[in-house]
């Protein structure tokens, strides 16, 4: 049956132009990516401070990662959807639900080669961070598996979500558009982030699915993010399920969907509220120091921080990279508070002589500060729970600056605009051509 699937899939044209333009869209962010690197490298390479702050992983992983998203959402539904839709609309899905003796099993074999066809996105991110290891840049294997690893999860739940409008849906047509519409609209949902007009739209961001890959892209192990797609997988794999089952009354498919959509909500917000999350980075760079990090857990009282800044202030969504997600990978319990959240933050009565500050409490000690530095608020954690600041040391980044130019360069952009998708329709001309018969 897997194979039946396969030649649905591998042997339509359509499929293989999907995997030429994408790579496409990939191998532009890499270029992109590295050129910035290799320029921000030639100042660099004298200077030891700079040679600090060039992290592969920020410079070329993520920027390349970030086309590999917008083609899993806008370019994989055409594939995976199809499997299935493909069935409905030539009226064959009846036919070989008989053969295989249950519409679900139907579903379950399409699934499965829907993931697997969505997976070969992947290739292209891979073939050019080897390409960027043999030019002389330097990757962590681990940081880039766990980046691969997060969207993998994401093909894979566009996938199912594909499937499911199919299972829905008619045409090969409608299943398509169905699927790019819902797999797009989590990107609406971060438009309230930094604008206070949209504050509304809080609330609703933790479904945005880029703020799940977010942790992945940064080498942490997310368990909260793991719980997220978890939920969704199984509300997405849920309607799908449900959809294919056409026995079923209208009423009693239409109640099933209210249901799992609350029982999915439900799971999906619960875990917005998991912090903890495994720092996999190089040299543990994304954590603060190690001696910090045991003695913040040593401490037994609750420790929370109100942050008095407006959600558009640059101040706070600096904090929020470089301190808070710090303090809570050492400590998933603190709770950050953002009492302007709740606010008209427009309101100039607002701004009064509290804006700005940081309020630290534990147990109940409290302490202030205006300060964004990392250091500057363990201290007071520390303070406010009666310890001293412990070692402040870390192993120092080293830093990897790289310049790529001239005939590498020329190799790159080759490989990157030329190679990659030129393979990809060679390879689908070649499976797809039909053969003349003799």
């Not at 439900?266 to 040299?283: K, N, P, V």
């Amino acid at each position: 049956m897997l194979r039946r699937e396969f030649a649905i899939a591998f042997r339509a044209r359509v499929t293989w132009l999907v995997f030429a333009f994408a790579a496409v869209l990939i191998g532009h962010g890499f270029v992109l990516a590295v050129d910035l690197y290799s320029a921000a490298s030639r100042s660099a390479l004298e200077n030891v401070l700079m040679r600090r702050e060039l992290d592969p992983l920020a410079g070329v992983v993520r920027p390349t990662f970030g086309g590999a998203q917008l083609a899993a959402a806008m370019l994989v539904p055409i594939v995976a959807a199809r499997l299935l839709a493909v069935e409905k609309e030539r009226n064959t899905f009846g036919a070989l639900a008989l053969a295989l003796g249950s519409p679900v099993r139907v579903l379950l074999w399409k699934l499965a080669a829907a993931c697997l066809v969505a997976s070969v996105i992947l290739v292209a991110p891979i073939a050019l961070f080897g390409l960027f290891a043999v030019l002389g840049g330097h990757l962590d294997p681990l940081e880039v598996g766990i980046g691969l690893f997060g969207h993998l999860l994401h093909l894979g739940l566009v996938a199912v979500i594909s499937v499911a409008a199919a299972a829905w849906t008619r045409t090969v047509a409608q299943a398509t558009t169905l699927a790019i519409i819902v797999s797009l609209a989590s990107w609406a949902l971060e438009a309230g982030e930094g604008f206070a007009a949209l504050a509304w739209l809080g609330p609703l961001e933790a479904a945005a699915v880029s703020r799940q890959l977010a942790p992945f892209e940064h080498a942490l192990l997310s368990v909260g993010a793991l719980g997220w797609f978890a939920a969704a997988l199984t509300g997405a794999l849920s309607l799908a399920l449900l959809g294919a089952r056409l026995d079923l009354h209208a009423c009693t498919r239409a109640g099933g969907v209210v249901l799992i959509a609350l029982v999915a909500t439900a799971a999906i917000g619960a875990t917005t509220g998991i912090h903890r999350a495994y720092d996999w980075t190089e040299l543990r760079r994304a954590s603060l120091p190690p001696a910090a990090v045991s003695e913040l857990r040593g401490i037994e009282a609750p420790i929370e921080i109100a942050v008095w800044l407006d959600r558009e202030d640059s101040r706070r969504r600096q904090l929020e990279r470089d301190t808070l997600s710090k303090l809570q990978l050492a400590r998933p319990d603190i709770r950050i508070v953002t009492p302007l959240d709740d606010k008209d933050s427009g309101d100039p009565a607002v701004h009064d002589d509290a804006y700005g500050r940081l309020v630290i409490r534990v147990g109940d000690q409290s302490r202030e500060t205006r300060s964004t530095s990392r250091r500057e608020i363990t201290l007071l954690i520390f303070e406010a729970a009666g310890r001293p600041l412990p070692d402040w040391s870390q192993p120092p980044y080293p830093g990897y600056p790289v310049v790529i130019a001239g005939g590498r360069a020329t190799l790159l952009r080759s490989v990157a605009y030329g190679l990659l998708p030129g393979a990809f329709l060679v390879l689908g001309f070649t499976l797809t051509r039909r053969r003349r018969i003799s």
